[in-house]
């Protein structure tokens, strides 16, 4: 597989946040279904935090 050119890696990652935000966006409408994923969210995130999985590299924007 060719390697992206930075600019597309860029469009890439502008367009994952996006459809993110627009997910998060729907999510909200529903309360409950919004209580019960960011809920599995938080501890999937805890659950790297508290493991060597987890990485401060990957959790800078810029490297998104």
Excluded: C, V
Excluded at 2 to 15: F, G, H, W
Aim: aromatic residues 10%.
């Amino acid at each position: 597989m060719a390697e992206q050119t930075p600019a597309a890696e860029r469009a890439q990652r502008i367009k994952f946040r996006q459809d993110l935000g627009r997910y998060y966006e729907e999510l909200r409408k529903d309360p409950q279904r919004y209580e019960r994923e960011t809920k599995e969210d938080s501890e999937w995130l805890l659950g790297r935090i508290l493991t060597d999985d987890w990485n401060e590299e990957d959790n800078h924007p810029e490297n998104w």
